[in-house]
């Protein structure tokens, strides 16, 4: 049996030694809209937990997709970027 460790800490949490934060201070740390933010929740491009009410976003996940996202500039916006890759 695999115990869960849980620490919160105000907009952050520790789960299993992963650190996970809200989805307001995903916004605030991506610049992304709240509403964004669960848009990537809801289509699995980002990892989350939840925890009762509310939804708490994986750190590293979250930095991983905006650094990708980050990286293609304007090719992120490109209908053929998924296609190109194949």
């Given amino acids: 049996m695999v115990t ?9 949490i520790i ?4 650190e ?3 989805v307001e201070e995903a916004s605030q740390i ?3 809209s709240e509403q964004y933010i669960r848009r990537l929740l809801r289509q699995g491009k980002i990892k989350a937990e939840k925890k009762g009410a509310m939804w708490w976003v994986e750190l590293e996940s979250l ?3 905006k650094r990708e996202m980050d990286s293609l500039g304007s090719d992120k916006y ?5 296609r190109e890759e194949e």
């Fill in 20 to 22: 996970y934060v809200s």
């Fill in 63 to 65: 930095g991983a997709y």
């Fill in 78 to 82: 490109s209908p053929w970027r998924d």
């Fill in 4 to 12: 869960s460790m849980l620490t919160i800490n105000h907009e952050r």
């Fill in 30 to 32: 991506t610049g992304y």
């Fill in 15 to 18: 789960i299993d030694g992963m």
